[in-house]
């Protein structure tokens, strides 16, 4: 309970709410394990209690979200702090008011047995859905292991990470979650190499801020 009280609070500190506080929170995903505070927030009242009517929008776009709050079409997204690094290089109006999850969730996942690390990546197609910041994580894990970043082709499969996959449309795909895009495919039966990104050169991170 107390989680779900911080997620509501958040949102009053980040407004100063009054009573009957309209506000659009766009999620970074569709709706998955990782919004669980702000679902069960709202599912339970919280946010009414704190003087909020808070309308959950999943995006058409998993990197769409923080733009429209910076276009002032919504006023609070879900977004990736990498992500957020690059928004303020380009001088987007955007203010970090809360973390989601602190900790590390992105990896690198196949069903392809003969690649065993991210070296062997080399010369494979690999999936991902947000342009910009994993194309970065990329680069540093394939130097990180050796190999040219320009060895590996990259292909925008959006939301589709887990059905590109399966579908033999990518080799790997970055940015599926350890908890969400992994289970999934152990669900259906298969047995995913799971690859943390953490453990290839890239520093501990907020995941969703």
Do not use: F, Q
């Given at each position: 309970m107390r989680k779900y009280a911080v997620t509501a609070l958040l949102l009053v500190a980040a407004f100063g709410?009054?009573?009957?506080?309209?506000?659009?929170l766009v999620l970074d995903?569709?709706?998955?394990p990782d919004h669980a505070p702000i679902m069960v927030a709202d599912q339970i009242g919280a946010f009414k209690e704190a003087?909020?009517?808070?309308?959950?929008?999943p995006p058409s776009d998993p990197a769409l979200p923080p733009r429209l709050v910076a276009?002032?079409?919504?006023?609070?997204?879900?977004?990736y702090q990498q992500q957020l690094y690059f928004f303020a290089q380009d001088k987007l109006?955007?203010?970090r008011v809360g973390t989601l999850v602190d900790t590390p969730l992105d990896t690198i996942i196949t069903?392809?047995?003969?690649?065993?690390?991210?070296?062997?990546l080399k010369g494979?197609?690999?999936?991902?859905?947000?342009?910009?910041?994993?194309?970065?994580?990329?680069?540093?894990?394939?130097?990180?292991?050796n190999i040219d970043p320009k060895s590996i082709k990259t292909v925008n499969v959006n939301f589709q990470l887990t059905s590109a996959l399966l579908a033999g449309q990518v080799d790997a795909i970055l940015g599926g979650y350890r908890n969400i895009e992994a289970v999934e495919l152990a669900l259906q039966g298969k047995d995913p190499v799971v690859m943390h990104v953490?453990?290839?050169?890239i520093p501990a991170y907020d995941e969703l801020v």
């Open positions: 709410a009054r009573a009957a506080d309209n506000i659009t995903w569709y709706i998955n003087g909020l009517d808070v309308t959950i929008v276009a002032g079409k919504a006023d609070l997204a879900i977004t109006p955007l203010v069903l392809d047995k003969s690649i065993k690390t991210p070296a062997d494979k197609r690999v999936g991902y859905s947000v342009g910009g910041t994993e194309g970065a994580t990329l680069d540093t894990i394939a130097k990180h292991v953490e453990d290839y050169g």
